[in-house]
């Protein structure tokens, strides 16, 4: 049943988000025991890999308007239900923006000018890199992300592992990307927080829409090419099931 994937992915959406930015924007420079760079870059990887296997058999577990509209490019997922699931996930990560704002703002000191974990590049990058680098890393992380979900769900590959390699996947490329972008390779993760970062992090937004979508694509075509043969769609429908 559409809703209850929809309803899946606007919850793990919201898991992503709220685990991930909220590692970022509460515990990553806690006094003492800061998590760090490592931390958050685990803490996205996790939120991943529990929600993969929480609702993997629901929706599929995408969370990303990026993984959603890659995976249709593979051959791995009906183009037609691409509108409800990237809404889906935009919702969910609005929410969690949500939340993580009435949380954050309640400690001594808060302040927004600090990010609240949006991505950005120049000024607004941790790094300080320009456009075409924040554009390059956000486009070929993406890709890579998707070749790894597109090979980890094929149906040649080990059975039950996916979630474990699909998350390390995301927890090594933010480990890569944190410092140029501070790492979105997902738009609805990007759009929550640019809602209350400011104007500068919804200016910049475009940018970590049309970079992970072009590299999702990439990524979902590059494996179709190079796999031996199709696998079954990426939905938590059993193959042969008719999609709701």
């Given amino acids: 049943m559409m809703l209850r994937r929809c309803v899946a992915e606007a919850i793990g959406t919201f898991w992503l988000t709220f685990a991930g930015c909220g590692s970022a924007v509460i515990a990553a420079a806690f006094p003492q025991v800061g ?134 996947g995301l927890t090594l490329i933010h480990l890569v990307g944190i410092p140029v972008t501070n790492l979105s390779v997902n738009p609805a993760r990007s759009t929550g927080p640019a809602l209350f970062a400011g104007a500068w992090a919804l200016g910049q937004l475009w940018l970590f829409w049309v970079a992970p979508l072009i590299g999702g694509v990439l990524g979902g075509v590059l494996y179709r090419w190079l796999s031996e043969e199709p696998s079954a769609e990426v939905t938590g429908i059993p193959a042969k099931a008719p999609a709701a």
Avoid: W
């Fill in 35 to 168: 998590i760090g760079l490592l931390g958050v870059s685990f803490a996205f990887g996790l939120s991943v890999l529990t929600m993969a296997y929480a609702i993997g058999h629901v929706s599929g577990c995408h969370l990303n308007p990026a993984v959603t509209v890659g995976l249709a490019a593979g051959g791995r997922f009906p183009v037609r239900d691409i509108g409800p699931y990237v809404g889906a996930q935009v919702v969910g990560a609005v929410v969690a923006a949500v939340v993580l704002y009435a949380i954050a703002s309640g400690a001594p000191g808060f302040d927004l000018g600090k990010g609240f974990a949006a991505n950005g590049y120049g000024a607004h990058s941790p790094g300080g890199y320009g456009l075409v680098s924040a554009f390059l890393t956000e486009l070929v992380l993406t890709m890579m992300f998707l070749f790894i979900i597109m090979g980890s769900t094929h149906g040649k590959a080990p059975v039950g592992f996916a979630p474990i390699a699909i998350g390390l």
